[in-house]
């Protein structure tokens, strides 16, 4: 058994998605993190490779979709990679208590952040207590 207490940082490969097959060349399922906000929830996902306009984002019937292009690879004779280019791909189904018409969305050096606001309703909320 491995000791959690001493997280050392670990090479993973990237996961290949085995059911997509309607694109040609590889797809990659990129890792993400999701972090819960009070006032929102922000998927951190890994495209590495890619910029904001090989991204592309639909929210369709409570469906978040994520596909981003890389960029060929080089035909150089000389180039020794261990890193594979492919595309990526990924869907996240989305809560009721999710206000869609402010989803936002930003990239910086190969991280997508997915900002998907709470609903008012769905947003915890302090009642203050009067003297009477």
Do not use: C, W
Not at 6 to 28: H, Q, S, Y
Not at 74 to 92: C, K, L
Not at 93 to 117: C, F, N, T
């Amino acid at each position: 058994m491995t000791d959690r207490t001493n997280r050392e940082i670990e090479a993973r490969e990237k996961d290949a998605l085995v059911t997509e097959d309607t694109r040609p060349g590889l797809v990659f399922r990129p890792d993400v993190d999701i972090l819960e906000e009070p006032d929102a929830y922000v998927i951190m996902a890994d495209l590495p490779g890619t910029n904001e306009s090989d991204v592309e984002i639909q929210l369709d019937k409570g469906i978040l979709t994520l596909d981003a292009a890389a960029p060929e690879e080089s035909a150089s004779p000389t180039r020794y990679a261990e890193y594979r280019v492919g595309g990526y791909h990924r869907e996240f189904r989305i809560s009721e208590d999710i206000d869609r018409a402010s989803v936002s969305a930003k990239m910086r050096h190969g991280v997508l952040e997915l900002r998907l606001p709470k609903s008012a309703e769905s947003r915890p909320r302090r009642i203050s207590v009067e003297a009477a």
